[in-house]
């Protein structure tokens, strides 16, 4: 599938993986839930609509998982995901970024294609949601180059929250097929 284009701009995939995972008592990207470790599933999810994947993530993991040039590194560390979104959206300012978080081991390409079928240039940023938008997931968005330099902007200002950029931004929700791949696993059921 190619990605759906509202500006020409490339589609990239970003894997949330760089966080402390201090509820989930170890390293969330490196837990199998299914049949491969969830940094390279959620890469895989990402890959069939997205123009490049890369992965937010730590230098030990970059070096572990011998992703090279695909890693993003925090450039200001210290903010959990914001730092992650900022590096990305400081790094590739000429794309639009479908983002989805490692510990949503339930999420399917299938589900992120609604994120692409809603795109529209009346939004800068397509979220899911699965009780009618009062709750939203950023860790699972696509975020359109306007509602990135919003975001930016705020964080330049202190302001790091993901969340409150969106809802600050022109933005949309949308179902997921399957409600189960919003559920954000902070813990883990394997243990």
């Known amino acids: 599938m190619t990605p759906a284009s509202?500006?020409?701009?490339?589609?990239?995939?970003l894997v949330m993986t760089g966080g402390a995972s201090t509820r989930m008592g170890s390293d969330k990207a490196s837990i199998t839930y299914h049949a491969e470790p969830q940094w390279r599933a959620a890469a895989?999810?990402?890959?069939?609509l997205c123009n490049e994947v890369y992965w937010s993530c730590t230098t030990e993991q970059m070096i572990n998982w011998?992703?090279?040039?695909r890693a993003i590194i925090d450039a200001i560390p210290g903010?959990?995901?914001a730092s992650g979104?900022?590096?990305?959206f400081t790094k590739f300012t000429a794309a639009t970024w479908m983002v989805l978080g490692c510990d949503y081991p339930n999420a399917s390409t299938e589900d992120l294609k609604l994120l692409l079928a809603a795109r529209s240039?009346?939004?800068d940023v397509i979220?899911?949601?699965g009780d009618g938008g009062?709750?939203?997931e950023p860790m699972i968005s696509l975020w359109e180059p306007a509602a990135q330099r919003h975001f930016l902007a705020a964080f330049s200002q202190g302001k790091d929250s993901p969340r409150r950029a969106i809802l600050e931004s022109r933005w949309r929700w949308v179902a997921p097929g399957d409600l189960r791949a919003i559920l954000n696993w902070n813990t883990n059921p394997l243990k």
């Open 6 to 13: 509202v500006d020409n701009l490339p589609v990239f995939g």
């Open 44 to 48: 895989e999810i990402l890959r069939p």
């Open 66 to 69: 011998q992703i090279g040039n």
């Open 79 to 81: 903010h959990g995901p």
């Open 85 to 88: 979104l900022h590096a990305a």
């Open 121 to 123: 240039p009346d939004f």
């Open 127 to 129: 979220t899911f949601s």
């Open 134 to 136: 009062k709750n939203i």
